[in-house]
């Protein structure tokens, strides 16, 4: 039997970074495509994240 070490099964590949700022060109909102859902990233005024469909 081959049993993966512990380090080996926490180890995951890397995620990759997008600055909401960037997908949204400097505005409040950004379209994404997911398949063929159409979802809308809004920026608040908080500076919080909102996603909806």
Do not use: F, S, V
Not at 14 to 41: F, N, Q, S, V, W
């Amino acid at each position: 039997m081959n049993a993966m070490a512990p380090a080996d099964r926490t180890r995951e590949t890397p995620c990759p970074l997008h600055r909401a700022e960037e997908l949204t060109l400097g505005g409040r909102t950004a379209k994404i495509m997911l398949g063929d859902a159409l979802y809308t990233l809004r920026i608040t005024r908080a500076g919080k994240l909102i996603l909806t469909k």
